[in-house]
């Protein structure tokens, strides 16, 4: 017996939410299982995917007003506390002369893209019309490094670092659109304003672009009221199980860490019998200890790590896939962002499963370019050189470029310095993935179970480890993670 | 056995690497579906620049003419074009 029923298999089913009657249900159903999930902006969703399914011949023209909207309403991308930080440093005064600012380099930003779109398009086999995205990201890099460097002051400081905070979150979303320029038939820039940050990441503020760009979302799209019904309705079943993941993580983390219920707790404790967790500490906590000269008993050193990756195995399909869920329901039935990830045979399968818009960027704008280019007669070469560049090189460019925040509180070559442990964390990442595509094919299906269950342990307690390193923060150096890392198997660092 | 069948032979290896023995029609989309993973476009890219002699460097990457039987065709019918 299923726990999620297959309602996208259900004939009568499809036919009824192909009908307004049947429209207004699964809008209405869609806003409770949003609700249940904890999104806080349920209505305004339920709202514009409603109307989508109303109107599905102005769907991306619709598309791209809900981003203007959800951009104008919901600006969560955004990276406000920087810009509120470098007018405080300034002494720009908050209110309605910042906010308009902020508005008009945000247009500025927006021009700016519309022109680069345009001249990729007339001009293909100029320097920027042949590599748009390494030019466009180059330049942001070389934005943030002289803000970052400079001795800048007054209105310049204020003019750069509001630029970077505003592009720097649309970054990936514009590389889609100007490879998608890049390609014979591509939207009109109209139509890829609605890819930029669309209004279905709700309250989500990832900046990674799940559902890509303009030419997945034309593969994509539902061109039938048929396969808007089997969409919406696989996004109503993925919302389902994104339910029943999000109990399963409440009661994982009042279980091993308690303070989830404060207040049923309190209620337990007065009445004399307290709600008992096992108090296992954060990986964080467990990493602050170890900074500060405390290890922690071997014991719980495994269990916060073991925890962490259980946490972040159900949390990271929970975020992910409630955006994949409003996508589908908006009318683009679009791959799920995490899929069986234990299933994996393999770490670059695991990779494949675990994270698939992130590792599907990557591939797109790191490994492909170095793969046609470079190394073209070293086979084994060739694919380890492409690997490197997306799984470290990549990674390393896409979390320096959104952290941003860090080069201006730190100065650039600090917080670059400071990347250490995320540069350790993706440099092990990079090499673990050539070594398992050099090796070869995942298990085939006919492998005997066993066979397949003990290479998926390998992969898990691969990535469980690995997970110590990946931190992109700046709140400790590479040595207090290694010497918790060599703790683990009681060894001295 | 002509170019489009030896194609659609080897797209029919990858899917069932992984279990997919479901059939696919020339305009089917395989890449952008989901039915082929990145691992499986670079098999099938590398199958094209050794088989067909595609030089992607020259004329550009892109994933949407891997997509389907139908515009893998037509990228080999490109490249032949070019080569003479």
Avoid at chain 1, 133 to 140: E, I, N, P
Avoid at chain 1, 286 to 305: C, E, I, K, M, Y
Avoid at chain 1, 393 to 408: I, K, M, T
Avoid at chain 2, 18 to 30: H, K, Q, V, W, Y
Wanted: aromatic share 12%.
């Amino acid at each position: 017996m299923r726990i999620v029923p297959q309602l996208d298999r259900q004939s009568r089913l499809i036919v009824l939410v192909q009908k307004p009657t049947g429209k207004i249900a699964i809008s209405l159903a869609f806003a409770v299982l949003l609700l249940l999930n904890g999104e806080s902006l349920y209505i305004e969703l339920a709202t514009i995917a409603a109307a989508l399914s109303f109107f599905p011949r102005q769907r991306r023209i619709m598309l791209s007003g809900a981003t203007l909207y959800w951009l104008l309403v919901h600006p969560n991308l955004i990276r406000r506390s920087l810009i509120h930080s470098v007018a405080a440093a300034e002494g720009f005064a908050e209110g309605w002369r910042l906010g308009l600012l902020t508005a008009a380099t945000m247009c500025a930003v927006l021009g700016a893209l519309g022109l680069l779109l345009g001249f990729v398009g007339k001009r293909p086999n100029h320097l920027v019309g042949k590599r748009p995205v390494l030019v466009m990201v180059v330049s942001f890099l070389c934005l943030l490094m002289a803000a970052g460097t400079l001795p800048l002051h007054g209105a310049p400081r204020i003019a750069a670092w509001m630029l970077l905070a505003l592009a720097g979150p649309y970054l990936w979303f514009f590389a889609y659109a100007l490879d998608d320029y890049a390609s014979r038939a591509h939207d009109p820039y109209r139509l890829q304003i609605g890819t930029f940050f669309p209004f279905w990441v709700g309250s989500n503020s990832s900046s990674t672009p799940i559902g890509k760009g303009a030419a997945y979302l034309r593969k994509m799209e539902a061109h039938t009221p048929k396969d808007l019904a089997v969409a919406q309705l696989k996004a109503i079943k993925l919302l389902i199980w994104l339910l029943y993941l999000r109990l399963a993580l409440t009661v994982f983390h009042a279980i091993v860490y308690g303070g989830v219920f404060p207040a049923a707790e309190a209620f337990f404790r007065a009445r004399g019998f307290p709600l008992l967790n096992l108090g296992v500490p954060t990986l964080a906590a467990a990493l602050d200890q170890t900074a500060a000269g405390h290890l922690p008993r071997l014991s719980v050193a495994w269990a916060a790590v073991v925890a962490h990756f259980i946490a972040a195995l159900v949390g990271v399909p929970i975020a992910g896939n409630m955006v994949v869920a409003c996508t589908r329901m908006a009318g683009f039935n679009i791959l799920r962002n995490t899929y069986k990830p234990l299933y994996a045979t393999t770490v670059a399968e695991f990779w494949n499963r675990f994270y698939f818009y992130f590792k599907e960027l990557l591939v797109e704008f790191f490994f492909f370019p170095t793969y046609v280019r470079y190394f073209k007669r070293h086979r084994r070469l060739r694919l380890a050189a492409a690997t490197f560049a997306a799984a470290t090189l990549g990674n390393l460019v896409y979390h320096f470029c959104r952290d941003s925040e860090y080069v201006f509180e730190m100065g650039f070559w600090p917080a670059l310095a400071g990347l250490q442990v995320y540069a350790f964390y993706a440099l092990v990442l990079g090499g673990a993935i050539a070594v398992s595509q050099l090796r070869g094919k995942r298990a085939p299906e006919t492998l005997p179970l066993y066979r397949r269950a003990m290479s998926s342990a390998g992969v898990i307690g691969f990535y469980c480890l690995l997970e110590i390193f990946d931190d992109e923060g700046r709140g400790h150096l590479l040595r207090t993670h290694l010497a918790f890392f060599v703790h683990l198997f009681a060894l001295p660092l | 056995m002509n170019d489009r069948l030896m194609v659609r032979a080897f797209l029919r290896d990858l899917l069932e690497r992984t279990g997919d023995r479901d059939g696919f029609a020339d305009c089917d989309s395989l890449v952008m579906s989901g039915r082929l993973d990145s691992v499986d476009t670079l098999d099938l890219l590398v199958f094209l620049e050794e088989k067909y002699g595609v030089d992607f460097a020259e004329r550009g990457f892109d994933r949407d003419d891997l997509d389907s039987l139908d515009s893998v065709m037509s990228l080999i019918g490109v490249a032949r074009g070019t080569s003479r």
